[in-house]
């Protein structure tokens, strides 16, 4: 496939192997493999790019744009199997959580959508966005915020409306959800590495924006992402004290969260087996005790020069 | 442009056009004349899609992708005059309205945003959706979502979440945002078909899907239509005892901006002008009495069969 060949040849083999690769994902679904599933999607995704193909494109994507599905409520058939999976979820949170924590979780999915397809957009046209759009990209893109749309579902504790979208608590969220993501971007970069994606990834932003190095396009990531938990501790310590029981319950799991998707990354096979060239996923036994850094790479307490985020650092209502 | 040429001319002359058109688009923004700078832009699009110039599309479509400048609070100042514009929108949001009332709006921008994305690149794919997608799809793109999520910032009376967000109080909006879609797609239909569009508008897809003559199809749209304002009076007679003031003044609200908005689809210059073919917008006189039907085509109670909305006739839970 990446031999020199005449064009025409070659599109038409793209063409054939996306709608070859998409049928594989289907397959995979019906076998209720959908790890695999997914990762045939993205394929499938790519290559019906590279070749033009506006057709099986759209058919692949709108395979994983389910969105109405989530929203529909009661017993509906769906022949899609992702629409009839996480139409499935959605009778569930119906059944358990309150309708605000049923909306928010769905505007919240949106949310994830427009960011996996601004995402997708980029790789589509070949585009590596500026640092700026990036974080506001991965905000979305991340999966933090359906992620975090759970936590009250869990705890069975609605925040109330005045509290959950006062600008303080906003930031709040957004601040666990960019941790995390940046967290996962290290985690990931060498798998992404391994199968040649287009690597939309804070470290690849960096190098190309700056035209720094490896070396130093991940200290100034570090860095970046070090000051976040900083402000996100200072902004929670201020407005823990007037915060209801569920404000005060969500605010503490968003700290979790941030923990436990450290833990998640260093820990789960399909990172870990990223070192070793031989080893297939969970062949490499997880670290028992895992290292932390003493201290913040950046003790800044300056916001990061980005529009998208610098007025985290504001004096936020609450 | 339309003429037979070499294609590589003809792909260089659009290409060339679209950055030519994009251009336009931005000098009559800087001459505050949007309106006209939006149609540019939407030519720019086309000629983009229609060259494969992926980085001019990607390029108005970011000009016109500006969901983030609205979310950040604060004086920012912002290069690209669409996102200047809808910043300064939501600083006026945040000045006279509340956090939850801001987030709404928000939300429902977004909403808007993914609609308008999904209608954009099925023209751009040259795909006609099907009817249920066309019904799901229209209800974002129609930008009845951030309309009237400005109603009760306008009335200064914030609806309480456990109300707006239950399942019929989400219908009963959806079902404004569809009449009154719907009742635009026949008042521009005129108007898209003379500018070449690729026409996603009721009456097409009912007429690609059920292979309808334009009389028919016409006939089905209006029956489609019909049944959902009577759905919609059932269902609020039903919530409106049970209702805050708060949410009645916003349920009766909703009930107005159908009402008005067949009147502004009946009088505003733009559609007037469609029928006459010398006369430019604005030279034409509304009529001074507007006719109404009196009684509905469509006197069934069945739900329309579009998995997508049959859920609003059943008993939601308020």
Redesign the interface.
């Known amino acids: 496939m990446h031999a020199e060949s005449h064009d025409s040849t070659r599109l038409r083999l793209l063409t054939e192997a996306a709608r070859l690769v998409h049928v594989l994902a289907r397959m995979y679904v019906d076998d209720v493999r959908n790890g695999a599933a997914q990762q045939y999607h993205r394929a499938a995704l790519l290559l019906a790019a590279e070749a033009?193909d506006?057709?099986t494109?759209?058919v692949v994507l709108r395979s994983m744009r389910v969105?109405?599905a989530l929203e529909?409520?009661?017993p509906?058939?769906?022949d899609d199997p992702y629409a009839a999976a996480i139409h499935d979820l959605g009778e569930h949170f119906r059944a358990s959580a309150?309708?605000?924590q049923?909306?928010?979780f769905q505007?919240a999915h949106?949310?994830w959508?427009?960011g996996v397809?601004w995402q997708i957009?980029n790789r589509?046209?070949?585009?590596m966005p500026t640092l700026d759009d990036y974080v506001?990209m991965r905000l979305h893109s991340a999966g933090g915020e359906p992620t975090y749309a759970m936590l009250d579902i869990a705890n069975g504790a609605e925040v109330?409306?005045?509290e959950m979208?006062?600008?303080a608590v906003?930031a709040l969220t957004e601040m666990a959800i960019l941790v995390a993501a940046l967290d996962n971007d290290r985690h990931s970069l060498a798998q992404e590495a391994g199968r040649r994606q287009a690597q939309q990834n804070i470290l690849v932003v960096l190098m190309r924006q700056d035209g720094s190095p490896p070396a130093r396009a991940a200290e100034d990531a570090v860095a970046l992402r070090d000051r976040v938990p900083r402000r996100f501790l200072v902004l929670r310590e201020r407005v823990l004290p007037r915060a209801s029981a569920e404000l005060r319950r969500y605010l503490t799991d968003l700290g979790r969260g941030i923990r436990g998707d450290i833990e998640w990354g260093l820990r789960v096979p399909r990172y870990l087996s990223l070192g070793n060239a031989t080893a297939g996923p969970g062949e490499v036994t997880p670290p028992e005790r895992i290292p932390w850094a003493d201290h913040p790479l950046n003790t800044s307490d300056e916001p990061p020069p980005l529009?998208?985020i610098t007025?985290w650092r504001?004096d936020?209502?609450f």
Chains 1, 2 share one sequence.
């Open positions: 033009s506006r057709t494109y759209a969105q109405r529909i409520p009661g509906r058939r769906f309150t309708p605000v049923v909306r928010r505007q949106r949310a959508l427009a397809q957009g589509f046209r070949g585009l506001t109330p409306a005045r979208d006062s600008p906003c529009p998208s007025w504001d936020l209502a």
